[in-house]
């Protein structure tokens, strides 16, 4: 775009219109000019103003022509179609095409900044030894390697260098608000960069940070926030007088209610509302939504915390050196209380007081609870819990990304080599403990906690019923393509699947899988690109993306691998080398399990709509009353979608281990 000063017209024009500058031959202007379009503005340093056309509807009805209205600009660049009105201090920024600014306090560069980029958050360890560098590209994978693997020192310097380098890039002494964007009626914004397609508006204060928005999914921050050291991507919402001190924001993430969070990370999806965190690494899906929640100190992702949840990492000795992690799906119930260190498994629920730390990572889909000061763990429980499935069933469905570049990868569902092989510790744990605990022992101690020995068979067989459903479920998969023509040189080149390297066995059984913050991995996979970060091979963040991204597109084969190492122990051969008769053990194994289990699931539903569920309705009239007013409100058990999808599901599974296994004896 070409530029051009002013005619002496224009400039008396301009003065008559209530505008002034230091220095007219600085102001230069794109063709064609409109004159009329600037009054009551001060111009000083160099400012370039492109062409000013169109209008802009206001909230509430009118409209605006495009141009600049009571402003003092100084060194800035305005695109085409900006309007400017009511800015009292504008400078070091370009404004991109269509940009609005209505409104602002202050909008201003000083000196150089990285805009949040490089800002050094001190995650679960408030000392920081955990830390994290922030830059706009962040995604939970990369942020888990550089917070949780500090055991590989090399590994860490070579993230920090990638992050470092992103940092640089964004280094400037000018500030930009990106095309599409609009900051209306804000306080103080200094050293922020914005959008594209960003909406802050009636933001108090924002020092040293990015927000950035797509066209498909804008970035909103709202009334009364305040962020220093801070970036936030597309699809998010921070409102409500949110408090951030060096936080980072993903995209799809819901903050408000006077939120406040120091040193912590959200990523895809979470909710933050209300509460209190502090040096908490959230991943996808962490939701607290009460004011008398306080997070600290921990690690957590597919995480629910109840009410008044409380967390501490403080033993008065060293400082607040002490972490904690939930593992995938944990949740807490109200009230309840965590002294760090401690370790939960995935999908278990924790309530009551615990001030002692235990380690109940390998005994996931427990209830931990609190009896006489002791931290009692029922293992397998929430395996029919109704809760646990509908939590698995309803991520999927409120992933609010719209971003065409999802940065973090997450794998749903609630079975997988992940939860399985935790399962199969947990088992192997169990069996090992019912078999040396004496009869007449009430309290087995297990990793800081107690189970109680009554409910250890109880526990087995859930895990037992998991493994058997998963195995059965992965099977089916598998065969389902051959039905019904397929013959035995299709079934075995079907269950032979890929090199067993990728995920599969080794001397000690299925090889382990790790859970990246939101994306189930094979560990030896994993390991395998943390050696090559530490040799230099991955030479930017983009690459590094592109790396995650080739473990999600190949998870499926992979975990065949790891399903084929488990039938193998079970079956006493690899699957293909296995009788159909076998194989259709196996499916009958997978029918009887998924059907126990989906009529416990309807029986847990089913105390949803039990006498005591019925209290506090019909609150005027008799039984009758109550009866009408609870069917008004919460329908028949028959009605509720999970209830019918459950039914659905047991049938389906009958119906599928029906066909499968006469496909197999057929084969014989």
């Given at each position: 775009?070409g530029?051009r000063?002013?005619?002496?017209?224009?400039?008396?024009?301009?003065?008559?219109?209530?505008?002034?500058?230091?220095?007219?031959?600085?102001?230069?202007?794109?063709?064609?000019?409109?004159?009329?379009?600037?009054?009551?503005?001060?111009?000083?340093?160099?400012?370039?103003?492109?062409?000013?056309?169109?209008?802009?509807?206001?909230?509430?009805?009118?409209?605006?022509?495009?141009?600049?209205?009571?402003?003092?600009?100084?060194?800035?660049?305005?695109?085409?179609?900006?309007?400017?009105?009511?800015?009292?201090?504008?400078s070091?920024?370009?404004l991109e095409?269509?940009?609005?600014?209505?409104?602002?306090?202050?909008?201003?560069?000083?000196?150089?900044?990285?805009?949040?980029?490089?800002?050094?958050?001190?995650?679960l360890?408030?000392?920081?030894?955990?830390?994290?560098?922030?830059?706009?590209?962040?995604?939970?994978?990369?942020a888990?390697?550089?917070?949780?693997?500090?055991?590989?020192?090399?590994?860490?310097?070579?993230?920090?260098?990638l992050?470092?380098?992103?940092?640089?890039?964004?280094?400037?002494?000018?500030?930009?608000?990106?095309?599409?964007?609009?900051?209306?009626?804000?306080?103080?914004?200094?050293?922020?960069?914005?959008?594209?397609?960003?909406?802050?508006?009636?933001?108090?204060?924002?020092?040293?940070?990015?927000?950035?928005?797509s066209?498909?999914d804008?970035?909103?921050?709202?009334?009364?926030?305040?962020?220093?050291?801070f970036i936030?991507?597309?699809?998010?919402?921070?409102?409500?007088?949110?408090?951030?001190?060096?936080?980072?924001?993903?995209?799809?993430?819901?903050?408000?209610?006077?939120?406040?969070?120091?040193?912590?990370?959200?990523?895809?999806?979470?909710?933050?509302?209300?509460?209190?965190?502090?040096?908490?690494?959230?991943?996808p899906?962490?939701?607290?939504?009460?004011?008398?929640?306080?997070?600290?100190g921990?690690?957590?992702?597919?995480?629910n915390?109840?009410?008044?949840?409380?967390?501490?990492?403080?033993?008065?000795k060293?400082?607040?050196?002490?972490?904690?992690?939930?593992?995938r799906?944990?949740?807490?119930?109200?009230?309840?209380?965590l002294?760090?260190?401690?370790?939960?498994?995935?999908?278990?629920?924790?309530?009551?007081?615990?001030?002692?730390g235990?380690?109940?990572?390998?005994?996931?889909?427990?209830?931990?609870?609190?009896?006489g000061g002791?931290?009692?763990?029922?293992?397998?429980?929430?395996?029919?819990?109704?809760?646990?499935?509908?939590?698995?069933?309803?991520?999927?469905?409120?992933?609010?990304?719209?971003?065409?570049?999802?940065?973090?990868l997450?794998?749903?569902?609630?079975?997988?080599?992940f939860?399985?092989?935790?399962?199969?510790?947990?088992?192997?744990?169990?069996?090992?403990?019912?078999?040396?605990?004496?009869?007449?022992?009430?309290?087995?101690?297990c990793?800081?906690?107690?189970?109680?020995?009554?409910?250890?068979k109880?526990?087995?067989?859930?895990?037992?019923?998991?493994?058997?459903?998963?195995?059965?479920?992965?099977?089916?998969?598998?065969?389902?393509p051959?039905?019904?023509?397929?013959?035995?040189?299709?079934?075995?080149?079907?269950?032979?699947?890929?090199?067993?390297?990728?995920?599969?066995?080794?001397d000690?059984?299925?090889?382990?899988?790790?859970?990246?913050?939101?994306?189930i991995?094979?560990?030896?996979?994993v390991?395998?690109?943390?050696?090559?970060?530490?040799?230099g091979?991955?030479?930017?963040?983009?690459?590094?993306?592109?790396?995650?991204a080739?473990?999600?597109?190949?998870?499926?084969?992979?975990?065949?691998?790891?399903?084929?190492?488990?039938?193998r122990?079970?079956?006493g051969?690899?699957?293909?080398?296995?009788?159909?008769?076998?194989?259709?053990?196996?499916?009958?194994?997978?029918?009887?399990?998924?059907?126990?289990?989906?009529?416990?699931?309807?029986?847990?539903?089913?105390?949803?709509?039990?006498?005591?569920?019925?209290?506090?309705?019909?609150?005027?009239?008799?039984?009758?009353?109550?009866?009408?007013?609870?069917?008004?409100?919460?329908?028949?058990?028959?009605?509720?979608?999970?209830?019918?999808?459950?039914?659905?599901?047991?049938?389906?599974?009958?119906?599928?281990?029906?066909?499968?296994?006469?496909?197999?004896?057929?084969?014989?």
């Open positions: 775009m530029f000063r002013l005619t002496a017209a224009e400039r008396r024009a301009l003065e008559a219109q209530g505008c002034a500058s230091e220095s007219w031959e600085r102001v230069l202007v794109a063709e064609p000019f409109h004159a009329d379009r600037l009054r009551q503005v001060r111009f000083s340093g160099e400012v370039r103003i492109g062409r000013l056309e169109g209008e802009v509807e206001l909230p509430g009805g009118g409209r605006l022509l495009r141009g600049l209205y009571n402003s003092r600009i100084h060194d800035c660049s305005l695109g085409d179609g900006a309007l400017v009105a009511d800015a009292r201090w504008l070091g920024y370009d095409e269509g940009v609005q600014v209505l409104d602002v306090g202050l909008l201003a560069m000083e000196g150089e900044s990285c805009f949040g980029n490089g800002a050094r958050l001190r995650l360890n408030e000392a920081g030894g955990r830390s994290l560098l922030l830059h706009d590209r962040l995604s939970a994978q990369e888990y390697l550089a917070v949780m693997h500090r055991h590989r020192p090399a590994l860490s310097r070579a993230l920090e260098a992050a470092e380098a992103q940092a640089a890039a964004r280094r400037s002494a000018r500030g930009t608000v990106r095309r599409g964007s609009r900051i209306l009626r804000c306080g103080s914004l200094r050293n922020v960069a914005v959008g594209p397609y960003a909406i802050l508006e009636g933001v108090a204060l924002l020092e040293e940070g990015t927000v950035r928005g066209p498909e804008p970035c909103y921050l709202g009334a009364g926030v305040q962020a220093r050291h936030v991507l597309s699809g998010s919402r921070v409102e409500g007088g949110a408090l951030l001190e060096s936080c980072f924001v993903g995209q799809g993430v819901l903050m408000h209610g006077q939120f406040s969070a120091e040193h912590c990370a959200f990523f895809a999806n979470s909710e933050a509302f209300h509460g209190e965190a502090v040096a908490v690494f959230a991943g899906y962490t939701v607290t939504h009460h004011r008398s929640t306080l997070l600290i921990a690690c957590v992702s597919f995480f915390a109840g009410s008044g949840t409380n967390q501490s990492n403080h033993l008065y060293l400082g607040p050196v002490h972490q904690g992690i939930m593992e799906g944990a949740k807490t119930g109200s009230d309840a209380y002294l760090w260190p401690a370790r939960v498994g995935p999908f278990s629920t924790v309530v009551g007081k615990h001030h002692a235990f380690d109940a990572g390998d005994l996931p889909f427990s209830h931990i609870g609190e009896d002791r931290t009692v763990i029922t293992p397998g429980v929430n395996l029919v819990n109704v809760g646990s499935r509908r939590d698995a069933e309803k991520w999927p469905a409120r992933d609010r990304r719209r971003d065409p570049e999802k940065l973090d997450i794998s749903h569902g609630l079975f997988n080599p939860t399985a092989g935790r399962i199969r510790r947990g088992l192997e744990l169990l069996q090992r403990l019912a078999a040396e605990t004496p009869a007449e022992r009430e309290l087995v101690p990793g800081g906690a107690h189970l109680r020995r009554l409910m250890l109880s526990s087995i067989r859930y895990y037992e019923q998991a493994l058997a459903e998963y195995l059965g479920e992965r099977l089916a998969a598998r065969l389902e051959l039905v019904p023509g397929g013959g035995m040189e299709e079934l075995r080149r079907a269950l032979a699947g890929p090199p067993e390297t990728a995920g599969g066995a080794n000690d059984g299925p090889e382990e899988w790790w859970d990246l913050a939101g994306l991995a094979p560990a030896a996979e390991q395998a690109l943390e050696a090559e970060l530490e040799s091979q991955v030479g930017s963040v983009e690459e590094l993306a592109a790396r995650f080739c473990l999600e597109s190949a998870s499926s084969e992979r975990e065949w691998a790891w399903c084929r190492s488990l039938l122990e079970r079956l051969a690899a699957p293909e080398e296995a009788s159909p008769e076998r194989l259709a053990g196996v499916l009958e194994a997978w029918r009887e399990a998924a059907v126990k289990t989906g009529r416990l699931l309807l029986a847990d539903a089913a105390k949803e709509f039990d006498e005591r569920a019925r209290t506090a309705f019909g609150a005027d009239g008799g039984p009758a009353e109550r009866e009408a007013d609870f069917a008004a409100v919460r329908g028949r058990p028959e009605d509720h979608p999970t209830v019918r999808k459950l039914e659905q599901e047991i049938q389906e599974v009958q119906r599928r281990a029906e066909r499968l296994g006469g496909w197999l004896r057929s084969l014989v």
